[in-house]
């Protein structure tokens, strides 16, 4: 569990404006600990804060910020540099486009790099150095079981969810003996309103995972790492890991274009 002693008195949520990210603010500010939510989109953002507000009482403060933007890690430093961070949790990551690789543009794979990889890195940096200052905290990286394999249709989306992995479990390994826990999430397809924006949806027998009970299993296994993957999960992450890699891929692939595999 969080406590604010250990990870308050500030949160900041990346992705915190809807589905798990929205339940993450309302988790941590249940906890007592303030909240800073960076999301994209400004209306949804504000009402999650508003909520936040009205149902806890803890202080929220907002960043509308497309986290592709070069100067990603400036825009936020300029809102959180007054206060003391003590839970990281980078919860954006959906894929900016899907179809075939060659396909799509330069920018299009630059832009999904540096909202699922590039983002990671950045921010564990900077607040991994308070943390460690601080010898308390956590962070907690939101992956994909997607990282497990390259997969059609999303193939710089599956590196950087493979990237993000490693690097959390590096960090857990340098950090933990520090005082910060470090935790990657491998989570499955969410039925959220940013993968019907890009026109995926998905059935509740591919995801049985309730936002608001997600988020609570997270936040209880943050010491746990360096990877939790969820229960309902685990027998895929762990059959998918397992495979030769040439049946690895294919086992994504056929989920992508919606073979059974």
């Known amino acids: ?13 990346v ?3 809807e589905a798990l990210g929205a339940s993450f603010a309302h988790k941590i500010g249940e906890a007592g600990i303030n909240v800073m939510l960076v999301a994209r989109k400004p209306e949804p953002l504000e009402a999650v804060a ?27 430093r300029e809102v959180t540099d007054d206060v003391d961070i003590g839970l990281v949790i980078y919860n ?18 630059l832009r999904t790099a540096r909202v699922n990889a590039i983002g990671h890195l950045s921010l564990s940096h900077h607040f991994g150095t308070k943390l460690v200052a601080r010898g308390r905290g956590g962070i907690i990286i939101i992956g994909s079981i997607a990282g497990q394999a ?14 993000a992995q490693v690097l959390a479990e590096g960090l857990w ?28 949806s998905y059935t509740p027998d591919r995801n049985p995972a309730d936002p608001d009970r997600q988020a609570q299993e997270i936040l209880d296994n943050l010491p746990n790492g360096p990877v939790f993957v969820p229960p309902h999960l685990r027998e895929q992450f762990e059959r998918i890991s397992a495979l030769p890699r040439r049946e690895a891929v294919e086992a994504v692939s056929g989920r992508m274009i919606g073979i059974k595999d």
Not at 1 to 13: L, N, S, Y
Not at 52 to 76: F, H, N, P, W, Y
Not at 150 to 163: D, N, Q, S
């Open 92 to 109: 954006a990551g959906a894929s900016h486009r899907t179809g075939p690789f060659l396909d799509g543009t330069l920018d299009d794979a």
């Open 150 to 163: 390259g997969g059609i249709g999303i193939v710089a989306y599956c590196a950087a969810k493979a990237f």
């Open 173 to 200: 390994a340098e950090l933990k003996p520090l005082g910060v826990d470090v935790l990657e999430v491998p989570l499955g397809a969410m039925n959220s309103p940013a993968m019907a924006r890009i026109g995926i």
């Open 15 to 17: 992705g915190g404006s």
């Open 50 to 76: 508003a909520s936040v507000r009205a149902k806890t009482g803890v202080e929220v403060r907002t960043l509308s910020l497309d986290l592709a933007r070069d100067d990603m890690l400036d825009r936020i």
């Open 1 to 13: 569990m969080i406590t604010r002693e250990r990870h308050g008195p500030w949160a900041i949520v």
